[in-house]
C-alpha cells in the first residue's frame, strides 16, 4: 500500500514529459504515459481510467491542486464506499476537486476526450451525485503561476 488512504496511486504524464515520468517511477509512483494528454484534460484522465479499470472506483485529482486536506481526501473516498456513484467536495458553496467516481462510470469516462474533464459527466448524473460539504479550500485553489504558489503557500494552512 502506497497510501494510508488508498491502494494504488497512479499518475498520467504526458510521453514528450521523460523527466518527470523517471521521477515518479523512481519514488514509486505507477504511471501511464499517454500521447493523448496534449489534447487536454478529458483525453488524459481517459487514459489513466483506462490504464487503471481493475479499480472498484477513481478519486481524481489535479496536479495544480496541492493543497487539498487529508480529510477531504478521507470523506470523498468513505462517501464511494457507501455506495455514492459521483462524490464532490463543496466549500463555500464552490464544487471543487478530488472528485470521486465509481466503477458503474468506466464507460463514460474512457469516452472523455479533449479539454473536458468529468464535468459533463457529474451534469449527466446529477441524480447520482452525492455532494459533501468540506472545510477546506484546496479544493477551489489551483496553481497556474508563480504567483498562486506564492499567494496559496503564504495564506495555506497544512494540516
Known sequence: MISP???EIHI???????????????????I????????????????????????DGWIIFLGDMPFIKQTTIKNVLN?????????????NGHRGHPVGFDKSLYKQL??????????????NNLDKTHPIIVDDP???QDIDSVEDLSFYYNNARFD
Open 32 to 55: 501511464t504515459a499517454c500521447p493523448e494528454s496534449r489534447h487536454g484534460l478529458g483525453s488524459s484522465l481517459a487514459c489513466g481510467i483506462r490504464a487503471t479499470s481493475q479499480a
Open 79 to 91: 462517501a464511494l464506499k457507501k455506495g455514492h456513484k459521483i462524490v464532490t467536495p463543496i466549500y
Open 138 to 140: 484546496g479544493i477551489i
Open 12 to 30: 498520467v504524464v504526458d510521453t514528450e514529459n521523460e523527466n518527470l515520468a523517471n521521477l515518479l517511477v523512481k519514488n514509486g509512483i505507477k
Open 5 to 7: 488512504l488508498v491502494n
Open 110 to 123: 474512457i469516452n472523455l476526450s479533449g479539454d473536458t474533464g468529468g464535468k459533463n459527466i457529474i451534469q
